[in-house]
């Protein structure tokens, strides 16, 4: 029963959460200016046409009116037009997916190895130059916004260098259906930098939760045990440290490969 009403707390916070964010998304959108405006011509409109198409667009009613309309189509599936673009929203959001999901993808491979592996490195040498070195690194990714890492990457590997383009995907290639940037080389490399740009912070914050649990973990007592069974350090790194701190990196790398989809709009 606990474990039951535990799933039903946390599936009504979660329910009150999709609300929350449905109202704060629609007064946005709706305070923004007028969303007929970007369906008629504002030059050759009269009016009429204007009237119309607030009627056509059910921005007549009032505000709370709109909202509940609005709930009641997406629970239906429903989930509208693009004022910007005409086309049904949900298939526009699904059309773009794939770039999103190939370059979290592709960031998330190249965090997790490389943050789990310099944490267990840096907790294996508490205190030495490398760990102190990795702790202020890691502090200076976690405090760089994401835009301004992005621009620089930009400067820096496309404008100053010339190595990578600074924008776009390259050569795509189709796959189930869609376009795919990582099946092509040059695909691949127009991903180099937003994937760093996404990486970068999440090495840090991984590399981070990974050494705090290899020094909590280098000081018990098994460990002592397999270090004086001659077990050689490499071994009890990895067979002993790294399964026991798995739970919280695996945790964090889910996370955060969430967050990625969810943002990586900005990068």
């Not at 970007?38 to 505000?63: C, H, K, S, Y």
């Not at 004086?228 to 399964?243: D, E, F, M, Q, V």
Request: hydrophobic share 55%.
């Amino acid at each position: 029963m606990g474990m039951i009403s535990v799933a039903l707390g946390r599936l009504g916070q979660a329910f009150l959460l999709l609300i929350a964010m449905s109202l704060i998304g629609f007064i946005g959108v709706h305070s923004v200016g007028n969303p007929v405006f970007n369906v008629v011509n504002i030059e050759t409109a009269t009016p009429e046409d204007i009237r119309q198409a607030t009627i056509a667009l059910g921005l007549d009613q009032p505000i709370w009116r709109q909202y509940l309309l609005f709930i009641n189509n997406v629970v239906r599936g429903n989930f509208g037009t693009s004022y910007i673009y005409h086309l049904p929203a949900f298939e526009l959001v699904m059309s773009k997916l794939p770039a999103t999901l190939e370059l979290a993808s592709i960031a998330m491979l190249i965090a997790a190895p490389l943050g789990t592996g310099l944490g267990l490195l840096a907790g294996r040498r508490s205190g030495t130059l490398f760990d102190r070195s990795m702790v202020k690194a890691s502090v200076s990714a976690l405090s760089i916004p994401s835009f301004w890492l992005a621009m620089m990457l930009i400067l820096v590997g496309a404008i100053l260098t010339g190595w990578f383009p600074s924008g776009g995907r390259g050569l795509t290639a189709s796959f189930l259906g869609q376009e795919w940037s990582f099946l092509t080389g040059n695909g691949l490399w127009h991903m180099v930098l937003p994937a760093l740009a996404l990486a970068i912070p999440n090495i840090a914050l991984i590399a981070r939760l990974s050494r705090s649990g290899t020094i909590e973990v280098e000081n018990l007592d098994f460990t002592r045990f397999c270090r004086a069974k001659g077990l050689s350090s490499r071994r009890i790194l990895l067979r002993h440290t790294l399964p026991n701190i798995s739970v919280p990196i695996v945790t964090i790398i889910g996370l955060q490969f969430g967050g990625m989809l969810a943002f990586a709009v900005v990068v």
